[in-house]
């Protein structure tokens, strides 16, 4: 397998000088295609920094990051959108569902900034809605559906560009125990499929289910194929 | 995202909440409707004045007394240096002019049996009808031989006829003008008013007889007159006229310098282009006020767009993060902007029309919503909605995605 994600020397520094945070330093990563993986670390850690680097959604101070075979670490906002629109679906804890809009319209969003025509919008929207069994939901608000069904018209709305990347910021966060098995069932489906999956998370029962954890502490990788059955609490904390 | 895809997702947001679009569009509503029916207003005033001016007839002259200086003094300074005799000069002597009315215009109480009335005594000659294109609807008007002899007649103003006499016949009878007898001879047709003077409560006697009965000679030249009106032969003779007219005029009051004139003559372009400077003025300010409450709504527009970016920050954040460029997310905002300020410039527009439509039952004033004060009120609101909608619009497409998820 071919590495999507490579993470040489980054560094991401707030401030200057004596001011200087040092959210992410000397961080070495690589992630192949067809990974299923989660990120984990006690808050403060720099994982969520790590996230939004690796999303595209910020740039690293130091560093070269190469994903899908691209330099994108110092490419402009417009580039990073585009990227992020093209190759990277994202799940966040809050969902980020537009209320206004239906779950159909939702789901189509990525490709109306993709510049998809609008017959191909709604049935591409409609299959992966189908995808993550809510085809009989399409005409519904948000606000009609469940925190569980939520989330999965998010799901629905990351994979419907065909991404390479699937990137979840605590997915499961907001959801009951029930429906965490359920979405994380679709991840490691849609992991099957050939999607390569990172998830941000503090659960230990929910990284189990992913094949390795990569633990953040410091700002620093401290494991980067830790078995998801050497969590423990004492892990979590220190 | 092109342009049709952003427009839909505008109006899809704003009818999301309707209460707050129709607010927010309320301040362009009102100040759109305030421009509109100001300018109709305004433009109604001057097709009033200008209708008014040109009832006096293409081809009529005004002499008046007094230089332009002088007649800055206004009111009782002003220097009444015309006399009757220079009207028949006028009328003997200057080939284009065709007929000439002197008037002499001065208040008077008038009275018949019990009744009193407040009017203007004005003192002319017989051609004063002609000149003026006024008709009589009883009796007859003044004549030669009225004029001759100073007799006692009147001619009454239509409404004036009507207070004093009601459904009495007014010919025949006679009544008291400042405690000098006249006889009723006839009763002038509806005027309306003219000039500033209202001629349908007026008495018109003849000038001569008002000088030897009411107000006595005034001047050691002859009987003063307020102004004299002349009509020249034709359009083409007007230059003409004037201009003979005034040689005359010099000759006879022994002026050499022009700069001493002491009448000046107006025609009805000069009264025309007078009347349209001032109403054109009034206009641009009735305009100028209404414009004000445009610009606040555009203010309102704005605030409203920046309380909006605020609140949906999580949104735009959202956006730029499954791929919305700068580009994208400002068009959206901006768009909503024009939507709102443009589709309050249009209900305003249909309000202000319906105002004026009103406006003109109600007023003599034909108020008219011009094509082009609705294409330019349109056109501004909408603009108005594109400049007072960057700010905010900017203020999202700058927003950073991370800090605009993560904001509660």
Known sequence: MSALITLQNIAKVYGSDNTEVKALWDVNLTITQGDYCSIMGPSGSGKST?????????????????????????????????????????????????????????VALPMVYGGVPPAER???????????????????????LSGGQQQRVAIARAIVNRPLLLLADEPTGALDTTTTEEVMAIFAELNQGGITVVMVTHEPAVARLTQRVVWFRDGQVIHTHMDPEEISYGTLVG | MDFGESFQMAVKTLAASKLRSGLTMLGIIIGNASVISMVGLGEGGRLYINQQLQSLGPNILFIVPGNRETRRLGGLETSRNLVLADAEAIAQQVPSVVDVAAENTTPGLITFLNRNANASVIGTNPAFITVRNFTTDQGRFLGDLDMQRNSAVAVLGNALAERLFEDQVALGQSIRVNNVTFEVVGVLAVQGSNLGVNYDDAVIIPITTQASRLVGRTSPFGIEVSFISATARDSESLQTAEFQVTNLLRLRHGIVDPAEDDFFIQNQDTLLSIADTITGALTLMLAAIASISLLVGGIGIMNIMLVSVRERTQEIGLRKAIGASQQDILLQFLIEAVILSAAGGVIGTLVGVSGISLLSLLTPFEATASGAAIVLAVGVSGSIGLFFGVIPARQAAKLDPIVALRSI
């Open chain 1, 50 to 106: 790590a996230m939004n680097v690796i999303g595209c959604l910020d740039r690293p101070t130091q560093g070269q990051y190469l994903f899908d075979g691209q330099d994108v670490a110092q490419l402009d906002d417009d580039a990073l959108a585009i990227i992020r629109n093209r190759k990277i679906g994202f799940v966040f804890q809050q969902f980020h569902l537009l209320p206004q809009l239906s779950a159909l319209d939702n």
């Open chain 1, 122 to 144: 709604r049935q591409r929207a409609a299959e992966a809605l189908q995808r993550v069994g809510l085809a009989n939901r399409l005409t519904n608000k948000p606000s009609q």
